[in-house]
DNA sequence: ATAGTTAGTTGTACAGTCCAACTTACTTAG
DNA sequence: CTAAGTAAGTTGGACTGTACAACTAACTAT
């Protein structure tokens, strides 16, 4: 058995003599629609030897070597693939491996998470959102990508506590309760209207542009984000989250 | 070239035959030592084909997929081997993946960070302590190992401006100025006293014992930290660091 | 005109940091 | 025995930003 496996590996110089483990990358790929945090999610194949036939899973697979330049190209890569987004928010999340999490072997998934703007996707086939509902997805995944979701969730949830991070996941222009939105969303509860438009009108980071949002009632000034992009830390929590 | 490469990985069924990248767990250690914030290193083997010989690097390896069960574990085993230290704080820092990283070919890196009380500690003989200074190890490491340091670095200081990390690097009974210097320390810059023990007080986490260190001026409370061990995430940051 | 709805503002309360002065408890020098 | 020195720990006022709630503003629909 262990010979098996040292024959998938490298047998060189003393010291490359070890079986490899499987190497891939995945990528949790949150957005916002339809009013709910959802995450792209693909179907695993069905063909002969397939770990976990026809599954869900978090879009992802095999380093390769010759095209991927490095981690985040790879991740970036497959990105494109799934959705053709080119130029998300695009995080690495942490890591996963261990002899069990395959079956196929000793493996070690790099996992990243992007948050990106549904609307400017198109999906391949085998792709397609879930919502995440009460912090969690309902259906099983594949391998254990049910936990590097859930990792992925916390994260976020997280981040969104204390950063911009639901700008990225907002169109190139959008109102403050636009944004305010997407922020309960993601926490899952209500937020202060007016500790909220503080924080983010002196953070520096939007600006408005010269026309309204129009709708059956009063109008709301339209925002973009600034050209500098990268997400603002803000000092504080919101609520203390308990 | 490709084709040599190509031999190291997996031929078998179709789905496995991909080149593997090399598979290495670095562990990035730190601790306080001589009032000053100090990162575990040791020196490359200078033998036959090993890269960047002689030169200071992490501590690490190849994953054992015969002995490491899970990557954590693999981490774990590397601290234990070059310190003895069994229990610390152990937190996962990221990846690194590469084609250019390692000249021995596309390799990625799982990369810890850990906290640690350096008295706790027996060293192997090719490892040794290295101070950071100015937030920043002054000398050049192998690999892309400098880079890892920086973002360990990075990540320490801004989680010790939220949370109690610092209290893994204390023994096991402390006074809240030394608590407070080691903050001050991995920060790099003087925290308000008050506030300071404001916070700490208020979050539960350090209990006191029934004994004051005696100095040459008035005699400190000696507190423990209490059993739950986690670490506390506070609300807000102390100043804004600007 | 009036009611309804959402955008956006205002004011008071409160929590926690910032800053600085203060008190307390000890040691050491005279 | 007292005085000076030092570090531990406390106190109070200023300031910042959120919590909560009431308010005004701007629009549509009836």
Known sequence: MAGEVRAQGAVKSGQLDFPRPLTTVDVVIFSILDDKLQVLLVQRPAGEGEPFPLSLALPGGFVDI???????ACAARK??????????YLEQLGSWGSASRDPRGWSATHAYFALILADASTL?????????RDGKLREKLAFDHGEIL??????LRNKVEYTSLPAYLMPAEFTLPDLQRVYEIVLDRPLEKSAFRTRILSADMIEPVAKMRRGPNRPAQLYRLKKNSEPV????????PE
């Open 124 to 132: 391949t086939s085998d792709a397609r959102w879930l919502p995440i």
């Open 66 to 72: 010759a095209r991927d330049r490095d981690l985040a």
């Open 150 to 155: 859930a990792s992925a969730i916390q994260r």
């Open 233 to 240: 830390y803000f000092v504080r929590t919101f609520n203390p």
């Open 79 to 88: 990105l494109k693939e799934k959705t053709g987004v080119t130029s998300p």
